[in-house]
T-cell receptor
């Protein structure tokens, strides 16, 4: 079974600074998707970024980018120019390419200081 | 992205009563819907997966007689918490996915969640 590990329960970053959230996963599959979701205080789950495992190029979405290391099974999220609105719980998630179930990590609470 | 709604957004009920939560995909046909439970500051725990027109598949440890799931149409799934007790108080989230097979459009779209409080 696949597992996703987020080893940082909480992180803090100063406004306008950069922060990196860690995620590692375990799978025997070669074809899969990885996701970062944001859950703000409203608790609405918001997709931040998605990475297809067959793509070597790291995904980017504006201020959000990932460092995908397939061999190391690592998928970190970098948030540049942090904003107060980035404060939320962030979940790393895995999904098999042929399935539709998401496997979530435990989450990282990100606090942004002004 | 696609829009998924949940109703109600919050509900308070007395112990022993049943509560129904609706999950609707508003602008796409959801062949599969998922129900999650989330405790404060914790991750989402998958309760069950439902496919339109068939019985839901429950995760290990989830009581199917307590958490009744119906996915009667491609746009609606319901979760009924039967004979609710205070320990059932939680945040319930649904999500919906469109197609099957190898496709990035298996992506799950999440509803806003329902906060259930059982007195």
């Amino acid at each position: 079974a696949q597992t996703v590990t987020q080893s940082q329960p909480e992180m803090s970053v100063q406004e306008a600074e950069t922060v990196t959230l860690s995620c590692t996963y375990d799978t025997s599959e070669s074809d899969y998707y990885l996701f970062w979701y944001k859950q703000p205080p409203s608790r609405q789950m918001i997709l931040v970024i998605r990475q297809e495992a067959y793509k070597q190029q790291n995904a980017t979405e504006n201020r959000f980018s990932v460092n995908f290391q397939k061999a190391a099974k690592s998928f970190s999220l970098k948030i540049s120019d942090s904003q107060l609105g980035d404060a939320a719980m962030y979940f790393c998630a895995y999904r098999s390419a042929w399935g539709n179930k998401l496997v979530f990590g435990a989450g990282t609470i990100l606090r942004v200081k002004s | 992205g696609a829009v998924v709604s949940q109703h109600p957004s919050w509900v308070i009920c007395k112990s022993g009563t049943s509560v129904k939560i609706e999950c609707r995909s508003l602008d796409f046909q959801a062949t599969t819907m998922f129900w999650y439970r989330q405790f404060p500051k914790q991750s989402l725990m998958l309760m069950a997966t439902s496919n339109e027109g068939s019985k839901a598949t429950y995760e290990q440890g989830v009581e199917k007689d307590k958490f009744l799931i119906n996915h009667a149409s491609l746009t609606l799934s319901t979760l009924t918490v039967t004979s609710a007790h205070p320990e059932d108080s939680s945040f319930y989230i649904c999500s919906a996915a469109g197609t099957s097979g190898r496709s990035s459009y298996n992506e799950q779209f999440f509803g806003p969640g329902t906060r259930l409080t059982v007195l």
